[in-house]
């Protein structure tokens, strides 16, 4: 992957690559085959990866957490009138907002922030922002609407 181009930028690159693109760059940065995953996934992972190389991976206690977080999991359904799909439990998301990096991991419970769990990312984007946003948009897991962005980036 380009060197010169901001982490964002490699980030956004994901969602235009084609598939034939995506499994090259997995081959690069994980150094074996792509697993068959939907493209959504392949896409998050990847960009789980080219965080966590760009800007280190996982503290000790949180890896510790997240492994007793899939010990006791009990992942449920989403129903089939749910708005968002929750990315795959034990996901990190990271978000750099003002010059500081921001870590969300998926858990049973929702969605733990600095060692507290919340139900919601929008309360974590509130939280982060300081003003009003879509948590889902605010960490990019969902794309601008017809309606606009709230807050500011």
């Known amino acids: 992957m380009n060197d010169d181009k901001t982490l964002a930028a490699r980030?956004?690159?994901?969602?235009?690559?084609k598939t034939e693109e995506l499994?090259?760059?997995w081959k690069e940065l994980y150094?074996?085959?792509?697993?068959?995953l939907d493209l959504r996934i392949l896409r998050q992972r990847l960009s789980n990866r080219i965080q966590e190389l760009a800007l280190?991976?996982?503290?000790?206690?949180?890896s510790d957490r997240l492994k007793l977080a899939s010990k006791k999991s009990e992942h449920k359904p989403k129903s089939a009138n749910s708005r968002l799909?929750?990315?795959?439990?034990?996901t990190v998301i990271t978000k750099e907002y003002n010059g500081e990096t921001h870590e969300v991991i998926v858990t049973p419970q929702g969605f733990e922030y600095r060692g507290e769990i919340y139900k919601s990312l929008t309360r974590i984007a509130n939280?982060?922002?300081?003003?009003?946003?879509?948590?889902?948009?605010f960490f990019?897991?969902?794309?601008?609407?017809?309606?606009?962005?709230h807050g500011q980036a």
Do not use: F, H, N, Y
């Open 140 to 149: 990019g897991l969902k794309s601008k609407s017809k309606g606009g962005v």
């Open 31 to 36: 150094g074996k085959e792509a697993p068959e």
């Open 56 to 62: 280190g991976g996982l503290s000790e206690k949180s």
């Open 11 to 17: 980030v956004v690159a994901l969602q235009s690559m």
């Open 85 to 90: 799909v929750k990315p795959p439990l034990g």
């Open 23 to 25: 499994r090259k760059l």
């Open 127 to 137: 939280m982060i922002t300081g003003t009003s946003w879509s948590g889902p948009m």
